[in-house]
C-alpha cells in the first residue's frame, strides 16, 4: 500500500532552498515492519523457523532503537528523491539531512537543504553590440602559400652535390648497419656535430640529450641529400587529386574562406555570450562550484600519470611557477565562466523554445557525415559510444540559438590593437 508523504518548500534562495518531508504514522509502521522482517530473514535462530523470529527477541538481540533508526534512514532514502520530482528542484550539492521530529504514533518529519542553481532572467537580446576583428578575405597570397604547401608534400629527395656539411643541410648517415636522413642543425646538441663534416668521414658524437641521458656514437656521412620539389602546375594538381591547377586553386580559396568564416562566427558567438552574461546577474554555489573543481583537478592530476606523459604533476606546478592552492584558483575562475555560459545558453533555448528531438538531430548527423565523407550510420554509432550524442544535440540547438542572436546583433569591427 503507497503511503502518501507532504513535501513542501520551506525556505528558497537564488542558489539554495530547504525542503520539508512529513511521513505519516502508517508509513512509519510500514517502514519499521519492513525492518523487523529484513532481519528476521537474515537470522537463524534455533528454535525459531527462518524468518519467524519475533519482534522482541530482536529488540532484545538489538535494541529497538536500531531498528527506528535504519527506518528513518531508509525512510529519507525513498522520500528524497519523490519530493525533490514532485517540487522540481534539482540539488546540486550533497543534501544536508536534519530529522525535525519522529514519533511512530504521529509522524516523521525531516529537513533537507542543498544548493540550487539559479534562476537566469535574461535582458532583452535584441539588437546586442558587440566588436569583433572583420572577416578577412581569401588573398593570392594565401592561395599561393597553400599552394606552396602542396608543392612541399609531393617533394622528393635527392642528391645533393657537395662534400661538406653546412648548418641546416639534409645528411645521410649510417651507424651500424642502419641509414638514415637527419637535419644538420647547430642549436641540435646532436646533429651541430656534423656541421663542417665532409661526405666519407666519420663523425664522433659525444653529446647530452634534452632529458638530460647522454649519448655516445658515431655516424658516418654518407653523403648530402636535398628535397627537389615538382612544378606548380597541372600535373601537381591531378596528382593531389584535382582536375587542373584551377580546380586545385577554386579549391584552396574555398576551404580557407570557409574556416576564415567559421572562426569569424566563433568570435561572434563568444561575444554575443560575453555580452549577455555581462548583463545578467548569475549567482553559482559554492559547494557546485568546489565539487566541479575537485573534478578538474583530479582529471588533471590522472593525466600526468598516463604512459605517455612525459611529465608529472608536481614538475607541471613547477614549470607553471604555482602551487596547487593558486591553480585550484584559476580552475575556479575557468569553471565559473564555462557554468555562466551554460546556464545563460540553457535560458536562451528556453526563451527562443529550441528543442531538437531524436529524429531530427538524426537527420541533422546524416547532413554532417556527408560532409565529412563518412557514413551516416557510423558517424552517429561514433557519437553514442562516445557518449557524446546529448553533447552533440546541445551543439545543433546552440547552433540556433546564436543564429537568432546573431540576425538583430549590431556588429563592428575591432580595432587592430583589439585584435592583439
Same mark, same amino acid.
Given at each position: ?206 653529446? #647530452? ?5 647522454? &649519448?655516445?656514437? %658515431?655516424? +658516418? $656521412?654518407?653523403?648530402? !641529400?636535398?628535397?627537389? /620539389? ?93 602551487? #596547487? ?5 584559476? &580552475?575556479?575562475? %575557468?569553471? +565559473? $565562466?564555462?557554468?555562466? !555560459?551554460?546556464?545563460? /545558453? ?75
Amino acid at each position: 500500500m503507497s503511503i502518501q508523504a507532504d513535501y513542501k518548500i520551506t525556505d528558497r534562495q537564488e542558489i539554495e532552498a530547504t525542503i520539508q518531508v512529513t511521513i505519516p504514522a502508517a508509513g512509519i509502521s510500514q517502514q519499521i515492519e519492513a525492518v523487523y522482517k529484513e532481519y528476521a530473514r537474515e537470522m537463524n535462530v534455533p528454535g525459531f523457523r527462518k524468518g519467524r523470529v519475533p519482534r522482541s527477541f530482536l529488540d532484545s538481540r538489538f535494541g529497538r532503537d536500531v531498528f527506528l533508526q535504519e527506518s528513518q534512514e531508509e525512510l529519507q532514502r525513498m522520500h528524497l528523491p519523490l519530493a525533490l520530482t514532485e517540487l522540481d528542484l534539482n540539488p546540486v550539492s550533497t543534501p544536508q539531512l536534519e530529522v525535525v521530529s519522529f514519533d511512530e504514533a504521529e509522524q516523521f518529519v525531516f529537513k533537507a537543504s542543498f544548493a540550487i542553481l539559479p534562476e537566469i532572467h535574461l535582458p532583452d537580446t535584441k539588437g546586442l553590440e558587440i566588436s569583433v576583428p572583420a572577416l578577412k578575405p581569401v588573398t593570392e597570397d594565401d592561395v599561393k602559400q597553400a599552394l606552396d604547401d602542396v608543392q612541399q608534400q609531393f617533394g622528393v629527395l635527392g642528391e645533393l652535390e657537395g662534400e661538406t656539411v653546412s648548418d641546416g643541410d639534409l645528411v645521410h648517415v649510417k651507424e651500424g648497419e642502419q641509414e638514415w636522413d637527419t637535419r644538420a642543425m647547430n642549436e641540435n646538441p646532436v646533429t651541430s656535430k656534423l656541421v663542417g663534416a665532409t661526405v666519407g668521414s666519420t663523425v664522433q658524437i659525444n653529446a #647530452e640529450l634534452p632529458n638530460g641521458k647522454p &649519448l655516445q656514437t %658515431s655516424l +658516418e $656521412v654518407v653523403g648530402l !641529400r636535398q628535397i627537389i /620539389l615538382p612544378d606548380i602546375d597541372d600535373d601537381l594538381a591531378k596528382d593531389a587529386g584535382y582536375g587542373g591547377l584551377d580546380a586545385l586553386k577554386k579549391d584552396i580559396e574555398e576551404r580557407i574562406a570557409k574556416r576564415r568564416k567559421d572562426l569569424h562566427q566563433q568570435w561572434v558567438d563568444a561575444a554575443l555570450l560575453e555580452a549577455l552574461i555581462e548583463k545578467t546577474e548569475i549567482p553559482l554555489p559554492e559547494p557546485f562550484i568546489k565539487d566541479l573543481v575537485e573534478e578538474e583537478l583530479e582529471r588533471l592530476q590522472k593525466s600526468f600519470e598516463r604512459p605517455e606523459s612525459n611529465r608529472t604533476y608536481s614538475e607541471y606546478l613547477a614549470q607553471r611557477e604555482k602551487t #596547487e592552492d593558486e591553480l585550484k584558483e584559476e &580552475l575556479k575562475a %575557468s569553471v +565559473e $565562466v564555462r557554468v555562466r !555560459r551554460e546556464l545563460v /545558453l540553457q535560458q536562451l533555448s528556453v526563451n527562443f523554445e529550441i528543442t531538437i528531438d531524436d529524429e531530427e538531430l538524426g537527420k541533422l548527423a546524416e547532413q554532417d557525415a556527408a560532409e565529412y565523407e563518412e557514413d551516416p550510420v557510423r558517424f552517429a554509432a561514433r557519437l553514442k559510444a562516445e557518449d557524446r550524442w546529448h553533447e552533440y544535440r546541445v551543439s545543433k540547438i546552440n547552433e540556433r540559438i546564436f543564429t537568432i542572436l546573431t540576425e538583430t546583433a549590431i556588429i563592428t569591427d575591432a580595432k587592430e590593437e583589439d585584435e592583439s
